[in-house]
């Protein structure tokens, strides 16, 4: 076997076998990290809303998911 054919037959290898796998790892790990980003996003917009609008937020979300899913309209309490 020459020299090509042993770095051929070894970059193969590599390509086929440890390659992936470290692509597996790293994008487990960018999603753990997207994950988590996204937890402490979530946990800054609540603490940045004041409560009153907090509510409302709430009330609009439901009533467009519920408008989505085909449900009746609801009506949306005013502002307190």
């Known amino acids: 076997m020459s020299l090509r054919d042993s770095l051929q037959a070894r970059f ?3 390509s086929e076998e440890i390659f992936p796998e470290g692509l597996g790892s790293v994008s487990e790990k960018i ?8 937890h402490m996003n979530c946990s800054l917009a609540e603490r940045a ?15 467009r ?6 449900q009746k309209v609801t009506k949306i309490r005013e502002k307190i």
Do not use: I, T
């Not at 999603?31 to 996204?38: F, I, P, T």
């Open 12 to 14: 193969r290898r590599f």
């Open 65 to 70: 998911k519920a408008e989505q899913a085909g």
């Open 31 to 38: 999603e753990h990290l997207r994950k988590r980003l996204d």
């Open 49 to 63: 809303l004041p409560e009153n609008r907090r509510l409302r937020v709430r009330e609009l979300s439901l009533s």
